[in-house]
Nanobody, 126 residues
Framework: QVELVESGGGSVQAGGSLRLSCAASEYTHYACCMGWFRQAPGKEREGVAAIDSDGTTKYADSVKGRFTISKDNVKNTLFLVMNNLKPEDTATYFC????????????????????WGVGTQVTVSS
């Protein structure tokens, strides 16, 4: 089973930027999906961004225009560039991969059958 390890979290001020990385132990051959979820204390887990094998992407409305998901298939690495960060982006961010039919269900259903990383903390101060 593939293993995922996130890195790149940290503390920034509002308006700042961070780049999260997720290193996969092996290449996932299925068509879809890989993505990022986040969970803040006392809040439900939220699907943030997802990408399929063709490079098609989907984003939560709350991050559209600010976050960009991408992947390097040679290095088996997933990225999330986060710009114009807001205090409400504060959460633990998880990298996830799941053999799901499409991106939108993958984000909305929370990848119950997926492989999850241990998460990386992002803290945005006002």
């Amino acid at each position: 089973q593939v293993e995922l390890v996130e890195s790149g979290g940290g503390s920034v001020q509002a308006g700042g930027s961070l780049r999260l990385s997720c290193a996969a132990s092996e290449y996932t051959h299925y068509a879809c999906c890989m993505g990022w979820f986040r969970q803040a204390p006392g809040k439900e887990r939220e699907g943030v961004a997802a990408i399929d094998s063709d490079g098609t992407t989907k984003y939560a409305d709350s991050v559209k225009g600010r976050f960009t998901i991408s992947k390097d298939n040679v290095k088996n690495t997933l990225f999330l560039v986060m710009n114009n960060l807001k205090p409400e982006d504060t959460a633990t961010y998880f990298c996830v991969t799941e053999e799901a039919p499409e991106l939108i269900p993958f984000l909305r259903l929370g990848a119950p059958g997926g492989v999850w990383g241990v998460g990386t903390q992002v803290t945005v101060s006002s």
